[in-house]
């Protein structure tokens, strides 16, 4: 029968000498399993935590952003609605044929006649905001027309205030109703236009 020297030896040793030795195989290997795959097992998940609380973060702070953007996107809706309307009644100055051409049109519906259109020199508001357009009137007409033709202009999208008001030289008209001559100052207001200035050119000289 053959025999093994190493297997000799160890049942030679004392069985609590054993028992001890075993113990300390288990522990060291239990301590090389710690150190091997458990500590970077663990450290790994932490790690794997902390992103996940990151993204998590992150998301939040996107949807936040999300939700900020839908609310600016509805204010800049608003604001460019009501720029229309404040453009409507504060358009440039340059526009100030097409508010001859709304009262003339009103005049004819009132019943009116337009004997002078005048445009004075525009002139800047204090504020720095706005200028004032004063454009005398000389109309010709019944105090009803003349009435009617007010109550029209105040209701124009534009801007319009009627001053001044001078009536005069009442006589009766062709068909037999007092006509008179009007005088009065339409005060309008034009949004200041920014003078863009020209790019200076910029080219090698020619010798």
């Keep these: 029968m053959a025999s093994f020297p190493l297997l000799e030896k160890i049942q030679k040793i004392p069985p609590k000498t054993r028992l001890f030795v075993f113990c300390g195989l288990v522990v060291v290997l239990l301590i090389a399993y710690i150190i091997q795959f458990q500590i970077p097992m663990n450290t790994e998940i932490k790690q794997l935590d902390q992103s996940l609380a990151n993204l998590r973060n992150t998301m939040q702070t996107n949807d936040a952003k999300i939700k900020k953007l839908d609310e600016l996107k509805t204010e800049v809706s608003t604001l460019q609605d009501r720029l229309v309307v404040l453009t409507e009644q504060l358009p440039p100055g340059s526009e100030v044929s097409g508010l001859l051409l709304q009262i003339q049109k009103l005049v004819n519906q009132s019943g009116l006649v337009l004997k002078l259109w005048k445009p004075d020199k525009?002139?800047?508001?204090?504020?720095?905001?706005y200028e004032e357009i004063p454009i005398s009137l000389v109309l010709t007409g019944g105090y009803?027309?003349?009435?009617s033709l007010f109550?029209?202009?105040?209701?124009?999208?534009?801007?319009?205030n009627i001053l001044n008001i001078k009536m005069g030289g009442a006589k009766v008209g062709k068909s037999g109703n007092i006509e008179v001559d009007i005088n009065c100052?339409?005060?309008?207001f034009a949004?200041?236009?920014k003078k863009v200035e020209p790019t200076p050119k910029t080219g090698k000289k020619v010798l």
């Design 122 to 129: 525009q002139r800047p508001h204090p504020s720095g905001l």
């Design 144 to 147: 009803d027309n003349t009435a």
């Design 151 to 160: 109550d029209h202009i105040s209701k124009l999208t534009r801007i319009v």
């Design 185 to 188: 100052t339409a005060m309008t």
């Design 191 to 193: 949004a200041v236009e």
